[in-house]
């Protein structure tokens, strides 16, 4: 499964100022809602809860980007005790890092089913 993450994250390398630009944009769309609209535009705040869960969207994505993008190959050279106890540790930490990942992206999925079903009633 990290090998998967690992090579979705380096395909989307070449987008990464791309999310960059579009969280921006959703921040700047949020921030003119909440402070800048008027309170008639304010109380339907639908489109802002979209927004923010577009934007929990690109930090998922950007969390892809950032914890996935190394490439752990193993030699296969004798290696001393404490460099195999620290690739045993990174090991476990890209395991963590990857259930980590598989929790906030069901999580998401599972606001984002929620709140299309609240808006679409």
């Avoid at 395909?11 to 003119?32: D, P």
């Avoid at 929790?103 to 999925?109: K, N």
């Amino acid at each position: 499964m990290i090998v998967l993450f690992n090579k979705v994250a380096i395909k989307l390398q070449a987008f990464r100022k791309y999310i960059y630009f579009i969280a921006l944009m959703v921040v700047a769309n949020i921030i003119y809602r909440l402070v800048f609209a008027s309170q008639a535009v304010t109380l339907d705040n639908s489109i802002t809860m979209l927004n923010l869960l577009f934007l929990a969207w690109l930090a998922l994505l950007n969390f892809m980007l950032h914890a996935f993008v190394t490439n752990t190959a193993e030699s296969s050279q004798k290696k001393s005790l404490l460099m195999r106890f620290k690739n045993k540790l990174n090991q476990w930490f890209e395991y963590f890092l990857a259930t980590l990942f598989i929790g906030l992206t069901l999580t998401v999925i599972f606001l984002s089913i929620r709140m299309l079903k609240l808006y679409a009633a």
